[in-house]
């Protein structure tokens, strides 16, 4: 579907062109002058596709990938833009010869500006489009378990996250953290029936702690309301996407 899209984006700039007529082909009969601009435009970006296959394996930053197919594509298309001179046009030149060698410098012109439009068409900012997750307050029996093990001046705080911390686990809260005797995976258990999520091996969060997710390149993050920072597994990404986070 993409290469389709961009075929469509050459077709549209070799007919802009063909009604334009750069480069003095205005004055050159209209049906062949719009069958070789289309033509070479999209053989062009063709040619122009396939070096971007070859070079992106090396080069991902796609601006100055795009600046450097257009140089690495130029000898090869201004062959093309010759031939079809030659067949479409009705003109006679040699592959060498003065006239070639300023028609590089046209070609790559016109290289720069079609593989920077379609560098422009694929990397056009998405819409931003935000939304928000509506979490339910959670049952009190569903906390109380974990709750009665905290300290008085935190059993009625607000619960944010807890973090592993070798054999014991760190309750976040609004009212400060706690350190509790107990393993992780005993705490999580007891916050089983909670609104949270187990988004890595060391950390559970409250659903409505969250502030913001990233993601991006197989790792992440949440931003909690308290400005804690918590790293997003693998394993804990698919929950949080299914909540509309990610």
């Known amino acids: 579907m993409r290469h389709v899209s961009e075929l469509g984006l050459f077709i549209l700039i ?13 004055a050159d009969p209209v049906l062949p002058r719009a069958l070789f601009w289309l033509g070479t435009i999209t053989a062009g970006g063709v040619v122009g596709i396939l070096f971007d296959m070859v070079v992106q394996r090396r080069l991902k930053e796609p ?3 795009m600046a450097v197919v257009s140089v690495v594509m130029t000898p090869v298309v201004t062959l093309i833009v010759l031939q079809a001179m030659n067949l479409l046009l009705g003109h006679d030149h040699a592959v060498m010869s003065p006239f ?16 920077g439009l379609r560098t422009l068409v694929q990397h056009r900012p998405e819409p931003v489009i935000e939304t928000r997750t509506v979490i339910a307050p959670p049952l009190p029996e569903a906390e109380a378990k974990l709750r009665s093990r905290l300290s008085a001046r935190r059993r009625t705080a607000r619960l944010i996250a807890l973090e592993a911390d070798d054999h014991y686990v760190r309750v976040h809260t609004d009212a400060g953290i706690e350190l509790l005797t107990l393993r992780f995976s005993d705490a999580v258990e007891e916050l089983c029936s909670a609104h949270g999520y187990r988004v890595h091996r060391s ?5 409505d702690a969250i ?27 698919p929950l949080l996407r299914a909540a509309g986070w990610l």
Do not use: H, K
């Open 14 to 26: 070799g007919a802009v062109l063909a009604v334009l007529g750069p480069y003095g082909t205005v």
């Open 63 to 65: 601006w100055l990938r």
């Open 100 to 115: 070639t060698r300023q028609l590089l410098w046209q070609v790559f012109i016109v290289c720069l500006v079609v593989m």
């Open 203 to 207: 950390w559970w969060v409250a659903a």
């Open 211 to 237: 502030r913001s997710a990233r993601w991006r390149r197989g790792s992440g993050e949440l931003e909690l309301e308290d400005g804690s920072l918590v790293p997003i597994s693998r394993s804990g990404a």
